[in-house]
T-cell receptor
Framework: DSGVTQTPKHLITATGQRVTLRCSPR?????VYWYQQSLDQGLQFLIQ???????AKGNILERFSAQQFPDLHSELNLSSLELGDSALYFC?????????????FGEGSWLTVV | AQRVTQPEKLLSVFKGAPVELKCNYS??????LFWYVQYSRQRLQLLLR??SRESIKGFTADLNKGETSFHLKKPFAQEEDSAMYYC??????????????FGKGTLLTVNP
């Protein structure tokens, strides 16, 4: 158990809908990352937060947004869903998000768009 | 820009045989290199990081800055090593460079 908790574990929704994925980082970790894993694209970095502030942005679509709350949990919002958004979404956390930190991953949230 | 290349999508070996999973990287600064393992689309588990120079489950990896490589090796593969292996890089110059950039992964199958 990495200590990173993600909910829901599985989610099936229809095209055009909106979903929210939730992540609780390891106790004490201030930085949260979101990754998308799909069969064709592999592991793609979406976005990183540190102590509530956005630190880095990757290949995140405009239909997607995220935030980190004062209690350090994070949510990834996916809207106007398309079939191609079906993927495993990972949250990860690390103490400060800087060099030397180990990044620990959660179990992931399986999203299926039908 | 950070780039990680794992040239083999699939690697199949027999139990007891040596295994080497290749990883090459492109980065202009001083990177941190990692190996993560994923069993059956479960969570990614950290296997190794180059700065700790430790051996986990019999796996080792040496950072070769001249060849920009961080190959993962194990002298005697076990069936339970069958999994997807990802090489990852983190930069050193702040901002988005602190994210982990992953290779496409290598699916290792160890046959009995």
């Amino acid at each position: 158990d990495s200590g990173v908790t993600q909910t829901p574990k599985h989610l099936i929704t229809a095209t055009g809908q909106r979903v929210t994925l939730r992540c609780s980082p390891r106790s004490g970790d201030l930085s949260v990352y979101w990754y998308q894993q799909s069969l064709d694209q592999g592991l793609q970095f979406l976005i990183q937060y540190y102590n509530g502030e956005e630190r880095a942005k990757g290949n995140i679509l405009e239909r997607f947004s995220a935030q980190q709350f004062p209690d350090l949990h994070s949510e990834l919002n996916l809207s106007s869903l398309e079939l191609g958004d079906s993927a495993l979404y990972f949250c990860a956390s690390s103490p400060t998000g800087g060099p030397g930190n180990t990044i620990y991953f959660g179990e992931g949230s399986w999203l299926t768009v039908v | 820009a950070q780039r990680v290349t794992q040239p083999e999508k699939l690697l199949s070996v027999f139990k007891g045989a040596p295994v080497e999973l290749k990883c090459n990287y492109s980065y202009s600064g001083s990177p941190e290199l990692f190996w993560y393992v994923q069993y059956s689309r479960q969570r990614l588990q950290l296997l190794l990081r180059h700065i700790s120079r430790e051996s986990i489950k019999g796996f080792t990896a040496d950072l070769n800055k001249g060849e920009t490589s961080f190959h993962l090796k194990k002298p005697f593969a076990q069936e339970e090593d069958s999994a997807m292996y990802y090489c990852a890089l983190r930069g050193d110059s702040g901002g988005s460079n602190y994210k982990l950039t992953f290779g496409k992964g290598t699916l290792l199958t160890v046959n009995p």
